[in-house]
């Protein structure tokens, strides 16, 4: 036989391999110990509870919190629900502990929504439109993650719904006070149902009146606010929506005197005054510059009386006669008295047209003396007097009365027999010459009605009395100046006047004490005597304007900017920006309303101009239902770093428009605008170097630090302020009646503003002045988180372990589930709406 040492090596091998197969076979035969199948069994059996306990969870869940006049909070690290029923009000806190067969089960739920959302500020970066990335957008909501679009990874981070990845793909670490996967429903917590959307024309009508819904639509905030708003006073049930330019002072300066080219007498007279827009938007005039026609109603009474020869013309100036005289015609128009209050300035400073800027104090001089120096005029009569200038001998005698000597003693007389009028009305064009001022076709926007002046006479000599001709006129001649005008202020006082006295407001009675309080009556000799170019000649108090008829914005202190009032403008992505319509907030708006801020222009990845609000399914949404709100947060949270995060949410960068005397500087901080639609306008005229952040206005004192407040529509606060305003809300909220049933009862409490004062947020306001623009009010950070404030959680996460009660049995299971509330009801109706499990994690 042959023999080989490869082949002997061959044939021990196969016998290993199969003495291996032998002894696998005959393991695989034996029964599992004990221990093992002991152990499994207990593996099996915590996952089937901790099942189990998912679906008790889910259960009082659905129970508690499935109706929608729900309200929750965080108590002890648990979920507290509390809702109306017939007994009264019932409260249940969402967690438990019980033994189930040997088993212990312990759960509780957390609020998704009292910490900040991270998804809420990562679908603001992924949805944002292009007007929400801007800078007006940014300043309506508190959405300074929209200011740049999100990256690929953070917008992929977002879709797959990953916090760690959203975490890694922003660089930010987990922080205290944060959450992730928050989403809310449109539901209305008091009454029940859903929301009313702002954005119909029907409901936003029904709310605020036809003309006021109009005026927003007017005031769209998409276009560039710089360029300016025309005209609108619309009024409605919530208050009125004003856009126009507020009398301080108004002058009707005059003369008579009777002309030798014709012997007629003649009044000449000139409108001056100032003007004021106290909104943080520019007010335009109309193409040819021209923002009021004055009409003046119950002129008074002038007679013209020769001492000497007895010939007497006596008149009503708004009753001049109609006739043509020759040279000229005296049509229906001229029967009164009437002027333009106009902006002779062409410069526009980045205005649409001619117009006031946004807070300007305007002296104006109608008709310019460029253009007009002789002012307008008007015939008082038919009857004519001749001037005999001739010296006559002893013995000659007057032809007529009619006729006056250089020496005769010519008494005027003026009588108010009853109160004036000034009414303005928009300016609409040429007024026809055939119908009486009256019919113009435009309404009364602002009116100073029943002022009374006092009566005057002078007597003057008929040398005096008689020119040459009467366009050699000029104002410095005048005679008397009926002149009506505000009670001077200071800064501080006109802004605290403009919020508690309803210094703004457009119809005045002067014969109402309360209202002529706020006027000062000039008498008409002493007012004629004052010099026109003299300290105060155009101003009153601190609205001062240093040129008559011309802007100067470019010159530091040039004009008072006073911006005292916000203005609106759609798409109004805040129901708090209703505030701004000058009645009384009424806050349920809050809990009732909302707008779904429709796009001007459709936009890829974009469903609103509010990011926050994200649809259901990706077809277009249509009402309330269809949409959710991502990362809501409840102002029912006690964890002061989530109001923390809350507080500096709206960080990103901020500039001043360009334009004033001087440049504006970037900023990259959380911001608090106060006046949202113009808080970025350009600092025109401004006297100083506008201080926006905190460390610089701690340093400012006096008269810089009240026109600083009274001009800058926005904050910039320190971390260190943003962290103890935090901290007051949570320790206040007890003591304002947390936690909340509804945001009305929130905004009512006064919680904001009492935390506000507690952590000396306004430190540096001007000695009793808590009203200026530049000081942060509860009201506007209600309107700055109104888009996603809630007072109840429809997100929540199960967090339970199950676990064996009996020691000598080790093993436990943990288990974390997401519940979300969806919009459709539950089968069983008192249920409220259904609460579905949206992601399941065991640890």
């Not at 007498?265 to 943080?280: C, D, Q, T």
């Not at 203005?567 to 319509?581: I, M």
Request: aromatic share 8%; hydrophobic share 45%; with cysteine.
């Amino acid at each position: 036989m042959r023999s080989s040492r490869a082949f002997a090596l061959l044939a021990v091998l196969f016998l290993l391999s199969g003495l291996g197969a032998l002894c696998c076979l005959v393991c695989l035969g034996l029964p599992p110990s004990r221990a093992e199948v002991t152990a499994a069994q207990s593996r099996q059996r915590l996952h089937r509870d901790a099942f189990a306990l998912l679906q008790l969870a889910q259960a009082e869940v659905q129970q508690w919190a499935g109706a929608d006049t729900v309200a929750t909070s965080m108590d002890d690290g648990a979920m507290r629900v509390a809702r109306s029923s017939a007994a009264g009000l019932e409260t249940f806190r969402l967690a438990g502990d019980r033994v189930v067969d040997g088993v212990r089960w312990s759960w509780h739920c957390e609020d998704i929504s009292c910490r900040f959302d991270l998804a809420g500020a990562a679908a603001t970066a992924v949805q944002s439109s292009r007007w929400a990335r801007s800078q007006v957008g940014r300043q309506a909501m508190a959405s300074g993650e929209a200011a740049a679009p999100a990256s690929p990874a953070a917008k992929l981070a977002w879709q797959m719904d990953d916090v760690g990845f959203y975490r890694a793909a922003i660089g930010r670490a987990n922080v205290a006070g944060t959450d992730w996967g928050g989403r809310g429903l449109l539901t209305d917590p008091v009454r029940g149902g859903w929301r009313r959307d702002l954005a119909s024309a029907e409901v936003l009508s029904a709310l605020v009146g036809p003309e006021v819904a109009d005026a927003f639509k007017v005031a769209d905030l998409r276009e560039e606010r710089g360029l300016g708003l025309g005209f609108s006073v619309a009024r409605g049930p919530a208050g009125q929506f004003r856009h126009l330019a507020h009398v301080a002072d108004l002058r009707l300066s005059f003369g008579v005197f009777n002309a030798r080219s014709d012997g007629r007498h003649r009044f000449r007279f000139h409108v001056s005054g100032l003007l004021w827009n106290p909104a943080s938007a520019p007010l335009l005039a109309d193409s040819s510059g021209q923002l009021y026609l004055l009409e003046v109603v119950g002129a008074p009474e002038i007679t013209v009386r020769n001492l000497d020869s007895g010939a007497v013309l006596s008149t009503w100036l708004d009753a001049c006669p109609v006739a043509d005289f020759g040279i000229f015609n005296q049509y229906p128009r001229e029967a009164g008295l009437w002027s333009w209050c106009e902006v002779e300035d062409v410069a526009r400073y980045g205005m649409a047209r001619r117009g006031l800027l946004p807070g300007e104090a305007y002296a104006f001089l109608s008709p310019s003396p460029a253009v007009q120096p002789q002012g307008l005029s008007r015939v008082l009569g038919r009857e004519t007097w001749r001037l005999e200038s001739v010296v006559h001998g002893p013995g000659w005698k007057r032809p007529s009365p009619q006729v006056f000597l250089p020496t005769d003693r010519i008494e005027i007389t003026c009588r108010f027999l009853a109160p004036m009028s000034f009414r303005f009305r928009p300016a609409a064009g040429e007024p026809a010459r055939e119908k009486p001022i009256a019919d113009y076709p435009s309404p009364v926007v602002h009116e100073i009605a029943q002022v009374w002046f006092p009566d005057f006479r002078l007597e003057v000599s008929g040398r005096d009395y008689s020119r040459e001709d009467s366009g050699g006129y000029t104002i410095e001649e005048r005679r008397a100046c009926l002149r009506v005008s505000w009670v001077p202020r200071g800064v501080g006082q006109l802004t605290h006047a403009v919020r508690s006295t309803e210094l703004l407001r457009t119809h005045w009675d002067l014969s109402r004490p309360e209202e002529a309080a706020q006027w000062v009556v000039g008498a008409p000799l002493a007012a004629s005597l004052l010099p026109l170019d003299w300290a105060g000649a155009s101003g009153v108090g601190a609205l001062q304007d240093t040129t008559i008829n011309q802007h100067l914005a470019n010159t530091p202190g040039a004009y008072a900017d006073l911006r005292l009032t916000p203005l609106p403008g759609w798409p109004l992505p805040s129901v708090g920006a209703l505030r701004h319509l000058g009645g009384a907030m009424d806050w349920a708006r809050l809990d009732d309303s909302f707008n779904s801020a429709p796009l001007k222009v459709a936009e890829p990845g974009s469903w609103s101009e509010n990011p926050r609000l994200t649809p259901w399914a990706t077809a277009t949404p249509v009402v309330a239902a269809d949409w959710s709100v991502s990362g809501p947060f409840n102002v029912n949270s006690t964890d002061p770093d989530a109001w923390w995060e809350l507080l500096r949410s709206s960080g990103s960068p901020w500039q001043v428009q360009a334009g004033g005397p001087f440049p504006g500087s970037p900023w990259h901080r959380p911001f608090f605008p106060t006046h949202p639609a113009g808080a970025q306008l350009a600092a025109w005229a401004a006297r100083a170097s506008p201080q926006w952040v905190d460390e610089a206005l701690v340093g400012l004192a006096g008269v810089e630090l009240a026109e600083a407040a009274a001009r800058q529509g926005l904050r910039l606060p320190t971390d260190a302020a943003m962290g103890e305003l935090a901290r007051q809300v949570v320790r206040l909220g007890p003591e304002c009646g947390a936690p909340f049933r509804s945001l009305e009862a929130f905004a009512r409490s006064g919680l904001l503003d009492k935390a506000l004062a507690a952590s000396r947020f306004n430190e540096f306001a001007p000695a009793g002045e808590d009203v200026a623009p530049m000081l942060v009010r509860g009201a506007d950070l209600l309107e700055l988180w109104a888009p996603f404030l809630t007072v109840r959680g429809d997100t929540v996460r199960v967090v339970g372990q199950v676990s064996f009660q009996d020691p000598r049995t080790p093993g436990s299971l943990r288990v974390e589930a997401v519940l979300q509330r969806q919009p459709e009801s539950h089968e069983v109706r008192r249920f409220g709406r259904r609460w579905r499990v949206i992601r399941v994690r065991l640890l």
